[in-house]
């Protein structure tokens, strides 16, 4: 009975783990030129309390709480890179996205996103490519900007990163 309950469990939480996972990660799970990590809320719930590198323990607490997932995609070759190349242009084309930071230089360009889901969702996305790599970060969830300033005081310089509203 206990293998039984145990079974349907590792089932049902199989099958709400697959359902919730993003666009983002869909389009890139069965490409091989790239790997892809998909961490889920329950994953991110498994972190501790305590401080991570410069982050304090309310703001990780903070990121608990508000982050639904995050999709990590990286290459370091140039079928992968066109991929995320292709992936970042179809994404921004067909949504309805606010560029946050841009920087374009000979060797690379970067962009950040966010794109405004259901109720108070978003999605924010970093996508860096580069000649011979590429990356690209998607988190999902409840987070704002005012969130990320937060959760990044202290690092960089000693005001961390200063977000004002309009």
């Known amino acids: 009975m206990k293998r039984l309950l145990t079974l349907l469990f590792l089932t049902l939480t199989l099958c709400v783990t697959v359902s919730a996972q993003n666009d983002i990660y869909k389009k890139c799970e069965k490409e091989k030129?790239?790997?892809?990590v998909y961490i889920s809320k329950t994953m991110l719930q498994m972190i501790g309390d305590g401080k991570a590198g410069n982050v304090?323990?309310?703001?990780?607490?903070?990121l608990k709480d508000k982050i639904d997932n995050v999709v990590i995609v990286n290459t370091d070759n140039a079928k992968?890179?066109?991929f995320l190349r292709d992936l970042r242009k179809n994404y921004m084309d067909n949504k309805n996205h606010?560029?946050?930071?841009?920087?374009?230089?000979?060797?690379?360009?970067?962009?950040?996103f966010?794109?405004?889901?259901?109720g108070s969702k978003n999605e924010y996305a970093i996508s860096v490519l580069g000649k011979d790599n590429a990356h690209m970060i998607v988190i999902e969830g409840n987070l704002t900007i005012e969130d990320i300033a937060r959760v990044t005081k202290g690092m960089g310089d000693k005001n961390g990163i200063n977000i004002k509203k309009k």
């Open 33 to 36: 030129s790239v790997t892809t």
């Open 56 to 62: 304090d323990s309310g703001a990780m607490a903070l």
């Open 80 to 82: 992968g890179v066109k």
């Open 98 to 112: 606010e560029i946050l930071m841009q920087i374009n230089d000979p060797n690379s360009d970067m962009v950040m």
């Open 114 to 118: 966010r794109i405004p889901l259901n």
